[in-house]
């Protein structure tokens, strides 16, 4: 079976890359911020200066979200242009050619189809005992 990628379309390109950037950089300013503000606090209770061991709270939040946002638009940008640069290239050279062999899948034995449905069912747990005045759980 031949497969052929002609063109790729920018809208999905720009919403997976935007999404997938901005989450990368969102969670690595998380992983650095940590370790920096650990850092610089422990250097600030150290030395006892009293503005370095309190820096950080919102304005940290707010400028790791402003860099996590321009690094994601920037890295965006430039799948958007790698996407154009892909286009212009396919359409001149006819895209790239995938021959692809259809391969059956063998289920492990223990998942074999059906194997689901015959599985016994387990009952639910009995209810308390009943306490002298019928109350379950009294005694």
């Given at each position: 079976?031949t ?10 390109v720009?919403?997976v890359a ?7 950089a ?7 911020s ?6 610089v ?7 006892d200066?009293?503005l370095?061991?309190?820096?950080g709270?919102i ?37 790239l050619?995938?021959?692809?062999e ?12 059906g194997a ?5 069912i387990?009952?639910?747990p009995?209810p ?8 379950p759980?009294?005694?």
């Open positions: 079976m497969w052929e990628l002609k063109r790729v379309p920018l809208g999905p720009v919403r935007f999404l997938v950037f901005f989450l990368l969102l969670v690595l300013f998380l992983l650095y940590t370790v920096l503000m650990g850092i606090r422990s250097v600030g209770d150290a030395l200066i009293p370095i061991s309190g820096a709270g304005a940290l939040v707010f400028a790791g979200l402003l860099v996590a946002f321009l690094s994601a638009f920037f890295y965006t940008l430039i799948a958007v242009l790698v996407t154009l640069f892909y286009n212009a290239i396919a359409s001149f050279s006819g895209g050619r995938l021959e692809l259809e391969e059956t899948v063998i289920p492990p034995s223990g998942l074999a189809a689901g449905a015959s599985a016994p387990v009952p639910p009995p308390p005992p009943a306490g002298n005045d019928g109350e759980g009294e005694s």
